[in-house]
């Protein structure tokens, strides 16, 4: 089994774990199409298996195939690709010569500064809602209030 039949195995579990109704978010389908997705980053190691026009009980997927691909892919709990930047900064660092000293100073360094910006962009936007919020009146609602 290569990677990307893996990555479709992983998918269909998720799916399949989806018909059990647990209260709480199912990840495996999106580490699915996350894998599947990295596959086309590892080059010729793991070519794309030929589409499958079959699927057991993936209900959703063919019911709606363009409301599940827009939940895996971009609005769901995982949504893969807006964390598809992790995975490709995990192949990234992942090729590194990681036992060198100044490879993990430059890690370590690097991640700082990426954590203390994002820090301070999150507080300046919350900030900046928060000011927006306040200065815009409040919606009425269509319906009386009893």
Known sequence: ???AESSVLVLGLGLLIAYTGPDVAIIPAYYGVMFLLAVALLGRQGDLPAPRT??????DVFDDPVRSASLLLLTGYYPALPWMAYICAGLAIGRLNLSSRRT???LLAGGVLLATAAWAVSAAL?????????SLPLPRSSTPVT
């Open 1 to 3: 089994m290569n990677k």
């Open 54 to 59: 079959y699927s057991p009980t993936l209900t």
């Open 104 to 106: 993990a100073v430059w």
């Open 126 to 134: 919350l900030e900046a809602g928060a000011a927006l919020a306040g």
